[in-house]
């Protein structure tokens, strides 16, 4: 099972960390991703992480997202700055990285300009 929260409304140029709860008991076993969907838009990948915290990013947000994992609190959170009104979608924790197989209930960003 996995548990977003940490969405909410924001400006441009604002900051948001999003947080996922993952109840797996080989929690570092998994490569873990972040995806969004705007509405009329197919569901992207936004940022991956792998066991091994190897990263992968979307062009769009590299160098304003930062992904990460804490394998203590099976957790894994995604760092937004800078964040544009493109920006605005329903965030899905999942994993694997690709085509995922499992995926949390999404939270909601909404970016202002």
């Known amino acids: 099972q996995l548990v977003e929260s940490g969405g909410g409304s924001v400006q441009t140029g604002g900051s948001l960390r999003l947080s996922c709860r993952a109840s797996?008991?080989?929690?570092?076993?998994?490569?873990m991703a972040w995806y969004r969907q705007s509405p009329g838009k197919q569901r992207e990948l936004v940022a991956g992480i792998s066991s091994r915290t190897s990263t992968v990013y979307a062009d769009s947000v590299k160098g304003r997202f930062t992904i990460s994992r804490d394998n203590v609190k099976n957790m894994v959170y995604l760092k937004m700055d800078n964040l544009k009104p493109e920006d605005t979608a329903v965030y899905y924790c999942a994993r694997p990285i690709y085509n995922p197989t499992y995926w949390g209930q999404g939270t909601q960003v909404t970016v202002s300009s």
């Open positions: 797996a008991i080989r929690f570092n076993l998994y490569d």
